[in-house]
């Protein structure tokens, strides 16, 4: 049962993603009054975006679905309604949906004025199977330590 709170924006740019994802621009910030993005990222089931870091950091609130989290070198984690993630800025991560299920967060990125994100290589199925297969912490609101 889906609960989407926003309607799904326009394709993902494919060269940052691997599946099907839609990007909805909430709020672009586009004279840069406060120096923060806001948008509505659906992801289909098996989508994910690649490796990534973003220079001012990221906070995503999960609306719907069921999806992974992970940063590098860490165990991922799973995602589900109301779970809220920090991001550090320029810490590598990546984020999407279960294998069997689709997955929408709201996505804010403060600080835009420090630069876009750098995109690196995609999460091969390798590894997503691995973090799909075995996330090891599941989040409820609010109860992630920064
Ligand atoms: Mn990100």
Redesign the pocket.
């Known amino acids: 049962m889906s609960d989407q709170l926003f309607p799904k924006g326009e394709p993902a740019a494919p060269d940052w993603f691997t599946g099907a994802a839609f990007v909805n621009m909430l709020f672009p910030d586009s004279s840069g009054l406060l120096d923060c993005q806001v948008y509505d990222v659906v992801f289909e089931p098996g989508a994910r ?1 690649k490796w ?3 220079p001012g950091g ?1 906070i ?1 609130l999960v609306t719907d679905g069921v999806g992974y989290y992970q940063e590098k070198g860490q165990p991922s984690k799973r995602l589900i309604k109301g779970d809220i993630v920090p ?1 550090p800025p320029n810490v590598t ?3 999407g949906a279960a294998p069997d299920n689709s997955f929408t967060h709201i ?1 804010i990125s403060p600080n835009t004025s420090k630069g876009a ?1 750098a995109w690196f290589d995609e999460v091969n199925d390798e590894q997503y199977s691995q973090a799909t297969g075995e996330a090891a912490i599941i989040l409820t609101a609010g109860n992630w330590q920064l």
Request: no cysteine; glycine share 8%.
């Open positions: 975006n990534h870091s973003h990221q995503l991001i991560h990546w984020h996505g994100a």
